[in-house]
């Protein structure tokens, strides 16, 4: 079955670049979605399709098209950022989740 | 504004049977595809299945397969699991998630709703 690789944890000072990668077979070839997850919350959509940013999701936050690994990128990190980030595709008519990256802000 | 509200979850000893509900408001239910999604304690999601718009379509994860059915009533806007032969390992805080289009199989889960929690233990 397909797997999704996610670094456990990434660790940030406010206001640096956080960078949260997503591996997985010829992962290029499909389409990445990304959610935060915050604790006692439900988890909200934050990327689309690779880069499509929904509404209401800040620009600091971007991704990456067709890239191997795939990556999320919040810049200018806020301690508001901090929280559990998964990313997910589908593959064989299965969504599939990566195991989840804890973003702390130091 | 995008609704989504589950309910159904309870504790319930290995074996037995749930059936979860979602009811839905703020989009109109049968235009998008719905998927259960759930996350155990101190895990990460785990998709559990999905259904498209009409119901013509429906997946299910390997680990629930032939012990979990996925079903929605449009003229209710409501989503549902029905669940048998739960095992400790199926507890875990269930999701409802409303697709981003019509398919069960693809796209994003753009809203979610809160949640109900299941607790299988004897």
């Known amino acids: 079955s397909y797997v999704l690789t996610q670094p456990p944890s990434v660790s940030v000072a406010p206001g640096k670049t956080a960078t949260i990668t997503c591996g997985g077979d010829?992962?290029?070839?499909?389409?990445v979605h990304w959610y935060q997850k915050k604790s006692g919350q439900a988890p909200v959509i934050i990327m689309s399709?690779?880069?499509e940013r929904p509404s209401g999701i800040p620009e600091r936050f971007s991704g990456s098209l067709s890239g191997n690994p795939a990556t999320l990128t919040i810049s200018r990190v806020e301690a508001g950022d901090e929280a559990d980030y998964f990313c997910q595709v589908w593959d064989s008519d299965s969504a599939i989740f990566g195991g989840g990256t804890k973003l702390t802000v130091l | 504004e995008v609704q989504l509200a589950e309910s159904g979850g309870d504790l319930v000893r290995p074996g037995r049977s749930l059936r979860l509900s979602c009811v839905a408001s703020g989009f109109i239910f049968d235009d998008y595809g719905m998927h259960w999604v759930r996350q155990a304690p101190g895990k990460g999601l785990e998709w559990v299945a999905g259904?498209?718009?009409?119901?013509?379509?429906?997946a299910y994860a390997d680990s629930v397969k032939g012990r979990f059915t996925i079903s929605r009533d449009n003229t209710k806007n409501s989503l549902y699991l029905q669940m048998n032969s739960l095992r400790p390992e199926d507890m875990a805080l269930y999701y409802c998630?409303?697709?981003?289009?019509?398919?069960?199989?693809?796209?994003?889960?753009?809203?979610w709703g809160q949640g109900t929690l299941v607790t299988v233990s004897s």
């Open positions: 259904i498209n718009w009409n119901s013509g379509k429906i």
């Open positions: 998630a409303k697709a981003g289009g019509r398919g069960h199989n693809y796209g994003d889960f753009d809203n």
């Open positions: 399709y690779d880069i």
């Open positions: 010829h992962i290029g070839r499909k389409s």
